[in-house]
């Protein structure tokens, strides 16, 4: 049973627009949420992570909002760049993040200009 | 940013042989490294935590004698896929994460495919 769940495989932006990638999780042990973003033949980067005990996080372009009673988060990017044409996987840790995390598997980004 | 290294990035290579596959942090100490395998259309999943200086502890399903992990320093971890075979074959991710406490996001290296013909 997935603990993390990205429903949505790909998404297609217009550059310059908002991109709102989503993500669920079903454990309620989770107060650790992270983003990473990966390109082809190279290992995830690390984006933006938020703690359970806050509701938002924001850095740059980038914004994650964490809805705990919906157990649902979401990761924005405004302007939406060509460079960020990725696929964004949303993870999730108990523990305060010492353990290994679970994945969500993924939603392609495609940003078109 | 933090560095992982992550060597080799591709094997190829006969059913029954072991495969060694080197983790490395190139720019902080770890005391804690992870190994996460992805299967085609599928997430990352957790294999082991490999903890410095004690043994690796495995996630359920995953044979500990299959695959033997030794975290012999804090910036060095590897994993030995021992008599691999086809099953085997799988996309090998490994992660570190800084020693200095408070919530500290995971650093990845970019992977190890791992082909069993």
């Known amino acids: 049973d997935q603990q993390v769940k990205q429903n949505s495989p790909s998404l297609s932006v217009q550059e310059g627009r908002i991109s709102i990638l989503n993500c669920d999780y079903t454990?309620?042990?989770?107060?650790?949420f992270l983003w990473y973003k990966k390109y082809p033949a190279e290992g995830p980067t690390f984006l933006i992570s938020?703690?359970?005990?806050?509701d938002k996080n924001e850095d740059g372009r980038f914004t994650v909002f964490l809805n705990k009673s919906a157990k649902h988060l979401s990761l924005h990017i405004v302007p939406s760049q060509p460079g960020d044409s990725a696929v964004y996987f949303c993870?999730?840790?108990?523990?305060?993040?010492?353990?290994?995390?679970?994945f969500g598997k993924g939603t392609h980004l495609i940003i078109q200009p | 940013g933090a560095v992982v290294s992550q060597h080799p990035s591709r094997v190829i290579c006969k059913s029954g042989t072991s495969v060694k596959i080197e983790c490395r942090s190139l720019?902080?100490?770890?005391?804690?490294m992870f190994w996460y395998r992805q299967f085609p259309k599928q997430s990352l999943m957790l294999m082991a935590t490999?903890?410095?200086?004690?043994?690796?502890?495995?996630e359920q399903g995953v044979e500990k004698d299959k695959f033997l992990i030794n975290h012999a320093s804090l910036t060095l971890s590897t994993l030995t896929v021992t008599s691999a075979h086809p099953e085997d074959s799988s996309f090998y991710i490994c992660?570190?994460?800084?020693?200095?406490?408070?919530?500290?996001?995971?650093?990845f290296g970019d992977g190890t495919r791992l082909s069993i013909l």
């Open positions: 993870a999730a840790v108990s523990g305060g993040g010492a353990d290994g995390l679970t």
């Open positions: 992660s570190a994460s800084s020693t200095s406490g408070g919530n500290q996001p995971q650093h």
């Open positions: 720019d902080f100490q770890a005391t804690t």
């Open positions: 938020i703690s359970s005990i806050k």
């Open positions: 490999s903890n410095e200086g004690s043994k690796a502890t495995y």
């Open positions: 454990n309620s042990m989770f107060d650790y």
